[in-house]
């Protein structure tokens, strides 16, 4: 299989979801780009749920990325928190309106269906060659990986459940190290 043709299959499958969520998106109002912010924000930590953190994991520009948060916070699916030590930063946050949506239009029905034809080590080997494939594309051409904290060279393991960033100089719980960060770096 060459690389044209990987890139032709991971194109058709990521229309073939982004048609999917457009056609269940249609029912509460929402664009596309809309519920991707509401998809990174159920899953980043909070060092990266900043304006600037979804602009950088989405790749948009900030025009386009203020414009989408006017909306979901119109729509009261997210809010804006200020930082307790920096006021110029701000802090995005689901609201359970949110999260409500996340957990109904994910996982997507056309995927969620493989669970009937696909084995556990069919899926697993699946997921790890994407995982690879994603990391070698973000190195070669220097992305920034928003990877999990659990795979970070930042965090340290203290003890068990005890970990801490050494990056940020903050404690991390057992659920922070699961969720993405824009300052991961592969260890």
Do not use: W
């Amino acid at each position: 299989m060459s690389l044209l043709e990987t890139q032709q299959l991971l194109e058709r499958l990521a229309n073939l979801l982004r048609s999917e969520r457009r056609a269940a998106l249609t029912d509460f109002g929402l664009q596309p780009v809309q519920f991707e912010v509401l998809d990174y924000l159920s899953q980043c930590n909070r060092f990266s749920d900043t304006p600037m953190a979804v602009t950088e994991y989405l790749r948009q520009t900030k025009g386009t990325v203020s414009q989408t948060l006017k909306v979901l916070e119109k729509y009261q699916l997210i809010m804006k928190v200020p930082d307790q030590d920096d006021k110029r930063v701000v802090h995005l946050h689901l609201t359970e309106k949110g999260n409500h949506l996340v957990d109904v239009l994910k996982p997507s029905p056309i995927f969620d269906s493989l669970k009937s034809s696909a084995n556990s080590g069919e899926i697993d080997a699946m997921n790890h060659q994407l995982k690879n494939l994603l990391v070698n594309l973000q190195t070669q051409n220097e992305l920034k990986s928003f990877g999990q904290c659990k795979y970070c060279r930042h965090n340290l393991r203290k003890a068990e459940g005890d970990f801490f960033c050494n990056l940020t100089q903050q404690s991390l719980s057992d659920s922070d190290i699961e969720l993405i960060c824009r300052e991961q770096v592969a260890s």
